[in-house]
């Protein structure tokens, strides 16, 4: 990206004044060498975001930022609730996909004396991969329940613990969710692919902690270095992938109707109040349900595996974060507090101490953010800060972002290769594909430490924590 078509405000933080048919300013959060290396078309896209009819104070984008569908990956938006819209590209294809972090109590050296044998367990107790099927079968009345329960309901079905609920955000359960508005072809998609990791970035991790940043918060975090930690990321799977589908090509055909001029047609929206806008967040809501039932239940079979190779063993919950989403939040705008919909593509809540959805025992830290890394390089744990509100609405970064496309990651390693070459450095790789590994290969995407340190130096979340991975099971 040209930095001379923005205005530096600090170190990390870049204008876009409004211009054309912007209505708001754009933002982006970043070092110099992280905006130097984003496309072009992260900058084309958030100003096409900062157009949309009733948005709030700016449009963003996070250090992680790069091109997406309709928005950028790592793009922030809030909407007024009365004249704004709601955007299936803004909320994204993987509606809800997350991370959540679990604590093991376990020490490296017992990870290390059954590693290859506790990678090969997980990859054949957990399935990855496209179109990978699990163990549980839903019925269309399971499925309703599930839409409408999240993982409130995985664990009333036996897939965990009810301590789990309150490390979740909305405490598992996402309120609003219309079931009735997923059609039949996302609930066929999705009625077997429960409790399954899926493709692309999607893993799950087993890491140690590496280094401490913050020792206060991660006390408050339960978090030591040395400790072992199991990460999984994975989202809505096939469900919402198939509502967004839908979605976006209802909207682009209605846009006309609600008088907006899209200035992409990948921005496809309408109107919150709109009987469409109502219809969309009835479904994402679902989706979001579906995300977090899907996690607790993979949650559930790590703590199989656990037990398996380690009796004594207890998996607990640090967090569970979301990205891709859109929420109705309260928010400060110019002295008054206001009700806003936010959309975080590739971005994440980071909500500082004090807030008050936030369980008791972690209120007075902050808000755990967990910024995923690859396969080859480290993860981190950060905390939501005081300025975060008032920098993004609350909102942080979500991982690496890329910085090669996949086929050009493809073209450039060879999966059998990466996976012996990450092998003698001591990580072990699991994946049904060796392609997969190579369209994840570490290099292709950005450094997750300058990302991390960035979204600090920016005033977004604070570093707590750096994992580094042991075992990864890949889709």
């Given at each position: 990206?040209d930095?001379?078509r ?16 912007m ?21 084309e ?15 963003y984008?996070?250090?992680d ?19 704004g819209?709601?955007s ?11 991370v959540?972090?679990l604590?093991?109590g376990?020490?490296?050296e ?6 290859e ?21 839903l ?7 599930m ?8 664990v ?36 077997d ?38 990460s999984?990321?994975?989202g ?6 198939q ?21 992409d ?9 709109s ?7 009835g479904?994402?809501r ?21 037990a ?25 705008v110019d ?7 936010i ?13 008050p ?25 950060l905390?939501?800060?005081?300025t975060?509100l008032?920098?993004?609405f609350?909102s942080?970064?979500?991982g ?5 496309s ?12 990466l ?7 001591g ?10 590994i ?38």
């Open positions: 990206m930095i001379q923005l205005e530096r405000i600090d170190d990390t933080e870049w204008h876009i004044p409004p211009q054309g048919k209505r708001v300013p754009a933002v982006l959060y970043a070092t110099q060498a992280l905006i130097e290396a984003m496309d072009d078309k992260v900058r896209q958030i100003v096409n975001v900062a157009t949309l009819p009733g948005i709030v104070r700016a449009a984008a996070m250090p930022a790069h091109w997406g569908y309709g928005f950028p990956i790592g793009g922030v938006a809030a909407f007024d609730p009365d004249t819209v709601i299936a590209g803004g909320v994204g294809f993987d509606i809800s996909c997350g959540r972090t604590h093991t376990l020490d490296p017992q990870i290390l004396a059954v590693q044998r506790l990678a090969d367990r997980l990859f054949q107790h957990i399935p990855a991969g496209v179109g990978s099927t699990g163990r549980v079968h019925t269309p009345k399971q499925m309703d329940e839409l409408a329960g999240g993982a409130r309901w995985a009333e079905q036996g897939w965990g613990e009810a301590a789990d609920l309150a490390r979740i955000e909305e405490h598992g359960c996402m309120a609003g969710a219309d079931p009735a508005q997923v059609s039949a072809r996302a609930r066929a998609r999705q009625k692919e429960m409790g399954t990791l899926g493709s692309g970035n999607h893993y799950l991790e087993v890491q140690q902690v590496g280094e401490v940043f913050d020792a206060e918060t991660a006390r408050a975090f339960g978090i030591r270095e040395g400790d072992v930690k199991v999984i990321h994975c809505s799977r096939g469900l919402g992938h509502i967004g589908t839908e979605f976006l090509r209802e909207m682009a055909l209605a846009a006309p109707g609600f008088g907006i001029q899209l200035p047609r990948e921005l496809a929206c309408a109107p919150i109040t009987p469409l806008g109502q219809r969309y967040l479904a994402m679902a989706a979001v349900n579906c995300a977090l039932a899907n996690r607790q239940i993979l949650t559930h079979l790590t703590r199989e595996v656990f398996e190779l380690f009796p004594d063993s207890r998996l607990t919950l640090l967090y569970d974060v979301s990205h891709n989403t859109c929420k109705e939040e309260q928010h400060e002295g008054q507090t206001r009700r806003l919909y959309h975080r593509k590739g971005a994440t809540r980071a909500f500082g101490p004090g807030h959805s936030l369980p008791a025992d972690l209120r007075a830290a902050g808000q755990p953010v967990i910024i995923g890394g690859t396969m080859g390089t480290s993860s981190y744990i905390a939501g800060t005081e975060s008032q920098r993004a609350g942080a970064c979500h690496a972002g890329r910085r090669m996949r086929r050009q990651a493809t073209r450039t390693w060879h999966g059998r290769e996976q012996a070459e990450l092998a003698g450095r990580i072990f790789i699991r994946s049904p594909s060796y392609r997969g190579a369209e994840e290969a570490p290099d292709a995407y950005k450094d997750v430490g300058e990302v991390a340190e960035s979204a600090e130096r920016a005033g977004l979340a604070r570093r707590v924590a750096r994992l580094t991975p042991l075992v990864c099971i890949k889709g």
